[in-house]
């Protein structure tokens, strides 16, 4: 993608990079010819594009799991997997990862209220009430959480599994893409979302 600012790739590529040192089944890039870790092409257009090669992580995706074959155990894996995750980056920092992303949930409150207008009445009634919630419950103490880089996207299709018909384990994570200095329990939460 064109417009995917090179300082994000690197800080994609640092944090792939270590993971992998800390034992975590992540993807990494590999490096080219002269050493380095991105590639920067122009097509015929003059459009410069950042190339880069990532290395393959075996295992099937979450997503192709039957549901019913989700278990306890797989949910209790899934846990200590994106545990590790955050273990393993607690020490890393990169300046690519102070970004704003509409996906980041500690830019929640402002993306639902820019998008509000969007709504029929009887939903946005519905909306503002969590709202209301959120502006008088949780920002007060938004500033006591910890906070870190975090991979911020912890999807089924981002997890890989050890078997689809019968899935006990995380076998790896892979698409840095949504990487950013968040709240670190936006991790979990995006985790249980999509494991639910």
Same mark, same amino acid.
């Given at each position: /993608? ?21 034992? %975590?089944?992540?993807?990494? @890039? ?6 380095? @870790? ?11 594009? %950042?190339? =880069? ?27 200590? #997997? ?6 393993? &980056? @607690? ?7 102070? =970004? ?9 409150? =402002? ?18 009430? #969590?709202?209301? &919630? ?17 991979? /911020? ?15 006990? =384990? ?21 985790? %249980?979302?999509?494991?639910?």
């Amino acid at each position: /993608n064109s417009a995917e600012p090179k300082l994000e790739l690197e800080m994609q590529n640092a944090a792939m990079a270590h993971l992998t040192e800390k034992q %975590c089944t992540v993807p990494h @890039s590999l490096k080219n010819q002269h050493g380095e @870790s991105i590639t920067t092409i122009t097509n015929t257009q003059q459009e410069c594009f %950042c190339l =880069r090669i990532l290395t393959f992580i075996p295992g099937k995706f979450y997503a192709d799991a039957l549901p019913l074959s989700h278990s306890k155990g797989l949910w209790s894996d899934l846990g200590q #997997f994106i545990a590790n995750i955050d273990l393993a &980056l @607690s020490d890393f920092t990169h300046s690519g990862a102070f =970004r704003y992303l509409d996906w980041d949930l500690m830019q929640g409150y =402002r993306v639902c209220m820019s998008k509000k207008y969007l709504l029929k009445e009887n939903q946005a009634c519905l909306v503002e009430k #969590f709202l209301t &919630l959120y502006q008088t419950q949780t920002m007060p103490v938004l500033s006591q959480l910890p906070q870190g880089v975090i991979h /911020n996207d912890a999807n089924d299709y981002n997890l890989l599994v050890d078997n689809i018909n019968s899935p006990g =384990r995380i076998t790896g994570m892979i698409d840095f893409g949504d990487m950013v200095h968040s709240h670190i329990i936006n991790e979990l939460a995006i985790a %249980c979302a999509y494991a639910l």
